[in-house]
């Protein structure tokens, strides 16, 4: 049945317009209609950015090499991971120019990373051969499937990026921590615990808590369950953030 179900939304995708197809998807997720000409809910702004702004999105947004430039250029270099190298494939990654510790990631991707924090031997060979299957799944359009309002994450500009490996102590990854924007003023905050596995890829099952900026917890489900364990905001420079 669900095979047959994802045919049907893949011949939608293909038969109708993108904005159409996405006030479908809306209607079946959210059980209400979208309204793309006057956006007024968080979800439905998202929809208009998939509808009217994928092209941006993936040129810019999406592609994390150009993310650094922005952060850069906004708020300061000082702020981003160490950069040790760009590649177009792996074909010019040298492991003798890598350090110890470090994370790859392909620039148009979601989730796929690869952590190297010196707790596990490095299989170089491995590793190599898991990012070029990465990379070229953002080459190939029918890697999408499930996901074609998103198809601007699959525009063939795709690089592998190595950065700096952020340590939280005793070789674990920082949580992950998010503040949402509403009309250019951050509201919220939401941070996910034990969300990244050893290895560098999310999880498909975590917790997520939603905090105000003045650190309180606020007891809603933003897409994920709460952890009642952490209601208390532990984050440094939180001031800067």
């Known amino acids: 049945m669900d095979n047959i179900k994802k045919y049907i939304w893949d011949i939608v995708f293909i038969v109708l317009p993108l904005d159409k197809y996405l006030e479908l998807r809306y209607k079946r997720v959210f059980k209400s209609k979208l309204n793309l000409y006057r956006p ?37 270099e000082e702020y981003l991971p160490q950069l040790y190298g760009i590649y177009n494939n792996v074909s010019e990654i040298n492991i003798n120019e890598l350090p110890d510790k470090f994370v790859a990631k392909i620039t ?29 799944e953002t080459f190939n359009k029918a890697a999408i499937s499930g996901h074609k309002e998103e198809s601007y994450f699959n525009n063939g500009k795709a690089k592998i990026l190595f950065e ?34 050893e290895k560098g890829e999310k999880k498909k099952s975590y917790l997520r808590n939603i905090f105000s900026l003045n650190g309180d917890f606020l007891e809603f489900k933003f897409g994920r369950d709460n952890d009642y364990t952490k209601t208390e905001l532990n984050i440094g420079n939180l001031d800067k953030l």
Do not use: H
Not at 109 to 132: E, H, M, P, R, Y
Not at 168 to 181: K, L, W
């Open 40 to 76: 007024q809910k968080f979800t439905e702004k998202l929809y208009w950015l998939k509808a009217y702004y994928g092209q941006y999105m993936g040129d810019k947004i999406s592609y994390l090499y150009d993310v650094r430039e922005y952060v850069k250029k906004t708020v300061g």
């Open 108 to 136: 148009q991707s979601c989730g796929k990373n690869i952590i190297v924090n010196g707790t596990i031997d490095l299989d170089f060979a491995k590793l190599i051969k898991q990012l070029d299957e990465w990379q070229k």
């Open 164 to 197: 700096e490996y952020l340590d939280a102590g005793n070789n674990n990854s920082p949580e992950d921590i998010r503040i949402y924007c509403f009309n250019g003023k951050a509201k919220f905050i939401s941070v996910d615990y034990d969300s990244v596995t």
